[in-house]
């Protein structure tokens, strides 16, 4: 048989793995600066492109699409080459995936700090970006599925069964997740409203954590476990399993998310049901790359790699068995909205994606720089202190979160909460926030022992280049199948037709999830009492978005004695009806705020913003200085965000949008009326006008300023339906 020469493209990986390992420090310092935020409240005080709530998205971000997602297709631009025996469909079509993804993190590194959000957990990005990252997704399908079919193998290895179902996917979930409706360069509002879109938002946040961080790093285990062990994988028939079932399956998980809030029962039960039948194919997974190390373990002792590929598929059964754990509501109704979660999340994200990403880069570079690891030792102890960080990280946070669960629940013997105040909570986590520290500069620190030790090993190896090949050509053979052929092999060599199935059974969950509960409007009931935002209040929620104070706070109250106690009338799907987005949040730094409209004064808040611990002695709120700056708050784009509201069913009035305007500065200017109750402000307010009129500066009057906008948000929510007691 005729052999064909070629080349493997190196230079597509070696940029992607370049890109790995520098947005890897990027995102893990923003991230370690984050949780000395926690410590440190206003160590960026004033500076609002430093503030806790934009820079959250911003870590996540990085982490998540930056460091996790140039490692997979890293790994999916090497393996991939080699399981079919091509080089990639076309090198144009690999540089444009390449450039595109790093000037699409450079977009969210801008952006996310500027405070343009979406709000969207994992999904903040606006619109322009969220077209490009669409763009770029397709083009590398194109690449992918243009050299399955000008491949020379003839079956497609299970690595690229995941690596497709990751593809058709993620285009799925984020073109639905993201249809939004733009006002401007970089404002949208989502199309869906309250609980539909609480329910779109989980099918994809639950599920980018499926076919983002789980799907593609399966992927890659199948290809580098069995390479670095010099083993086959354990079981092809697990591996068939494994991969259908899992597709299938997670697709339906999301509503657990949003287990005892206003989402209707159904959806609910049902997202608790496939969460526990998840747990078999995703250990099916486990023990089939674990089992693929049988007979190496001596080998395990010594390399590095196999160590990291270790732990990585131990932390991925860890974190998959504490999924499905989480899912059952009466876990769930003490996990949800503590430090527990992210615990979980970080088990994840540390010890599954990060240490196979960092054996993956261990063993990948050396090969193409054609030399050893500069240093053994050195990638052990990147091992030892990285485990010794996720260790200390992690602990803490499950600690936290149960002590946080068990003083919200607490009642003492004549019916009253035992710890009425937040603050008690948090003033008790604090020594848990200290070791989360500690643990992320352990991991921050292997991390960097990494660069040290790649850099090391490129300046000893050879350029990498592109890798010379040979294969025969692909026969090709009946469509049809063969005398004697199964049905999975026969599928096998067929990528149209496993990328439709793919398609297929990722679809069926998503479509009787969430088409009846956007398309049934009698499944969202609405409440006659709950109006729309005044323009005022909607300039104010848009504020609230932009700080990304849902990053702390949630509004969503669950059916709970303590929770009804503490924040009032559990949370009902009516009140949501007109929130686009909404914002329930995940977690709870502070307290809930659905009924925090009429609790406290104007001036409390207007104070409270300014300096919180003045306020609340212990919390741990950074100050938001900027929205009291002397300069107008920008309200040029309001009537064009009624009229998009309009749009997207809010029953604005052709006369309340004409009279927008006007009726936010009457607003305005009560509250401003208000806040001079406080002889304190009225004191401030003059001698900042005077020491402004003394400079030839033009002053604002504090009813144009954002802070106003932002109080008017605060008192407005839950007074629709709020109960006097």
Same mark, same amino acid.
């Given at each position: 048989m005729e052999m064909q020469q070629f080349y493997y493209d190196n230079k597509i990986v070696k940029k992607f793995i370049y890109a790995t390992i520098a947005f890897g420090v990027v995102g893990m310092v923003v991230g370690l600066t984050l949780a000395f935020m926690f410590l440190f409240p206003n160590m960026t005080d004033g500076i609002s492109w430093l503030s806790y709530g934009r820079l959250r998205p911003l870590h996540t971000n990085a982490v998540i699409f930056a460091f996790v997602g140039n490692a997979f297709f890293a790994g999916m631009y090497y393996s991939m080459q080699r399981l079919l025996k091509a080089r990639m469909y076309s090198d144009f079509l690999s540089n444009i995936h390449f450039w595109g993804w790093q000037l699409i993190i450079v977009a969210a590194a801008i952006t996310l700090p500027l405070g343009f959000s979406s709000s969207k957990e994992y999904a903040e990005l606006e619109w322009p970006i969220d077209i490009a990252i669409t763009l770029i997704w397709v083009v590398m399908g194109i690449n992918m599925i243009g050299t399955m079919i000008k491949r020379r193998e003839r079956h497609l290895y299970v690595a690229i069964w995941f690596y497709l179902a990751t593809f058709v996917t993620v285009a799925v979930l984020h073109i639905f997740n993201n249809l939004e409706l733009p006002v401007s360069a970089f404002k949208s509002y989502s199309?869906?409203?309250?609980?539909?879109?609480?329910?779109?938002?989980?099918?994809?946040?639950?599920?980018?954590?499926?076919? *983002? @961080? /789980?799907?593609?790093?399966?992927?890659?285990?199948?290809? +580098?476990?069995?390479?670095?062990?010099?083993?086959?994988?354990?079981?092809?028939?697990?591996?068939?399993? !494994? +991969?259908?079932?899992?597709?299938?399956?997670?697709?339906?998980?999301?509503?657990?998310?949003?287990?005892?809030?206003?989402?209707? $029962?159904?959806?609910?039960?049902?997202?608790?049901?496939f969460s526990i039948m998840l747990l078999a194919p995703s250990w099916g997974g486990m023990i089939n790359g674990l089992l693929t190390l049988r007979g190496v373990w001596d080998k395990v002792r010594v390399d590095p790699v196999l160590k990291f590929f270790v732990v990585a598929i131990t932390g991925y059964g860890m974190a998959t068995f504490e999924g499905p754990m989480l899912s059952l509501k009466n876990v769930n109704a003490i996990a949800h909205y503590t430090d527990w979660i992210?615990?979980?999340?970080?088990?994840?994200?540390?010890?599954?994606?990060?240490?196979?990403?960092?054996?993956?880069?261990?063993?990948?570079?050396?090969?193409?720089?054609?030399?050893?690891?500069?240093?053994?030792?050195?990638? $052990? *102890?990147?091992?030892?202190?990285? /485990?010794?960080?996720?260790?200390? %990280?992690?602990?803490?946070? %499950?600690?936290?979160?149960?002590?946080?669960?068990?003083?919200?629940?607490? +009642?003492?013997?004549?019916?009253? @909460? #035992?710890?009425?105040?937040?603050?008690? /909570?948090? #003033?008790?986590?604090?020594?848990?926030?200290?070791?989360?520290?500690?643990?992320g500069c352990l991991?921050?620190?292997?991390?960097?022992?990494?660069?040290?030790?790649?850099?090391?090993?490129?300046?000893? &190896?050879? /350029?990498?280049?592109?890798?010379?090949?040979?294969?025969?050509?692909?026969?090709?053979?009946?469509?049809?199948?063969?005398?004697?052929?199964? +049905?999975?092999?026969w599928l096998e060599r067929k990528p149209i037709q496993l990328?439709?199935?793919? #398609?297929?059974?990722?679809?069926?969950?998503?479509?009787?999830?969430?088409?009846?509960?956007?398309?049934?409007?009698?499944?969202?009931?609405?409440i006659t009492s709950v109006k729309p935002y005044s323009p005022l209040e909607l300039e104010g929620r848009d504020l609230y978005?932009?700080? &990304?104070?849902?990053?702390?706070?949630?509004? =969503?109250?669950?059916?709970?004695?303590?929770?009804?106690?503490? %924040?009032?009338?559990?949370?009902?799907? &009516?009140?949501?009806?007109?929130?686009?987005?909404?914002?329930?949040? =995940?977690?709870? #730094?502070?307290?809930?705020?659905?009924?925090?409209?009429?609790?406290?004064?104007?001036?409390? !808040?207007?104070?409270?913003?300014?300096?919180?611990?003045?306020?609340?002695?212990?919390?741990?709120?950074?100050?938001?200085?900027?929205?009291?700056? $002397?300069?107008?708050?920008?309200?040029?784009?309001?009537?064009?965000?009624?009229k998009a509201m309009v749009t997207l069913g809010v029953p604005y009035t052709e006369a309340q949008v004409a009279s927008g305007l006007d009726d936010l500065r009457k607003q305005a200017l009560a509250i401003e009326e208000s806040l001079k109750n406080d002889p304190d402000f009225v004191k401030s307010y003059d001698e900042s006008k005077k020491k402004a009129e003394a400079r030839g500066e033009k002053f604002v009057p504090m009813n144009e300023r954002e802070i106003v906008a932002m109080i008017a948000y605060m008192q407005r929510l839950g007074t629709d339906i709020k109960v006097k007691k």
């Open positions: 199309v869906y409203a309250g609980v539909q879109d609480a329910l779109v938002q989980w099918w994809y946040g639950h599920n980018a954590v499926a076919f *983002f @961080l /789980t799907t593609p790093f399966l992927g890659l285990m199948y290809y +580098f476990v069995p390479k670095a062990a010099n083993r086959p994988v354990y079981s092809y028939r697990l591996s068939i399993v !494994h +991969f259908w079932s899992l597709i299938f399956i997670y697709i339906w998980a999301g509503p657990h998310h949003l287990l005892y809030s206003a989402l209707p $029962n159904w959806a609910q039960n049902l997202g608790v049901a992210i615990a979980h999340v970080h088990v994840g994200a540390l010890a599954w994606n990060g240490f196979m990403a960092f054996g993956m880069i261990y063993w990948l570079v050396p090969r193409m720089a054609k030399t050893s690891l500069y240093s053994l030792k050195l990638a $052990n *102890f990147h091992f030892w202190i990285g /485990t010794l960080g996720v260790i200390l %990280y992690t602990i803490p946070m %499950y600690v936290a979160g149960f002590l946080q669960a068990s003083m919200w629940k607490q +009642f003492n013997p004549d019916g009253t @909460l #035992t710890y009425g105040n937040f603050l008690e /909570t948090v #003033t008790q986590i604090m020594p848990m926030y200290w070791m989360r520290a500690i643990g991991y921050l620190t292997g991390m960097l022992v990494l660069v040290y030790n790649i850099v090391q090993t490129l300046r000893a &190896g050879a /350029t990498i280049e592109d890798e010379l090949a040979e294969a025969p050509a692909l026969v090709r053979i009946s469509s049809g199948r063969v005398k004697g052929e199964k +049905f999975h092999p990328t439709i199935l793919a #398609t297929v059974a990722i679809l069926i969950g998503g479509v009787i999830q969430i088409v009846p509960t956007i398309m049934v409007k009698s499944n969202i009931p609405t978005i932009r700080e &990304g104070c849902v990053g702390c706070h949630s509004q =969503s109250v669950r059916p709970f004695r303590s929770e009804v106690e503490r %924040y009032g009338p559990q949370a009902k799907a &009516g009140e949501f009806v007109y929130d686009h987005p909404f914002l329930w949040g =995940s977690k709870r #730094t502070g307290p809930d705020l659905l009924r925090v409209g009429g609790k406290y004064n104007d001036n409390w !808040h207007f104070n409270h913003f300014w300096s919180p611990q003045s306020i609340s002695a212990g919390s741990i709120m950074p100050g938001y200085k900027w929205l009291f700056d $002397n300069k107008p708050m920008d309200i040029s784009l309001t009537q064009k965000k009624m």
